[in-house]
């Protein structure tokens, strides 16, 4: 019984510092390291390895998103025939 609310408080305050990670993962984690006779220290460095690449991640994306970077195209899917100045022979330079 005391496990459940013990779960339940945990998940609260990890909510309240907003460590989504460590919520998705402490009990697999907390297993892993019981079964492997892994010390709380290995523990934690775990969840918050976790954390930081999740973190790291979510603000690539953000900054990526923000950045408005157009997506990556390539030649294949270019229709020349909507640029007839274009030069095919030397790309660099319009036929003059």
């Given amino acids: 019984m005391t496990t459940v609310v013990d779960n339940v408080v945990l998940e609260s305050y990890l909510k309240k510092l907003y460590l989504s990670s460590f919520i998705r993962y402490h009990e697999a984690y907390a297993a892993e390291a019981a079964q492997s006779n892994q010390s709380y220290t290995r523990f934690l460095l775990a969840l918050a390895e976790q954390e930081v690449l999740a973190r790291e991640a979510r603000r690539r994306q953000r ?8 997506v990556v195209k390539e030649l294949c899917g270019f229709d020349f ?15 003059q």
């Fill in 63 to 70: 900054r990526l998103k923000e950045a408005k970077i157009p």
């Fill in 81 to 95: 025939d909507k640029v007839p100045e274009l030069n095919l022979r030397n790309p660099g330079h319009a036929d």
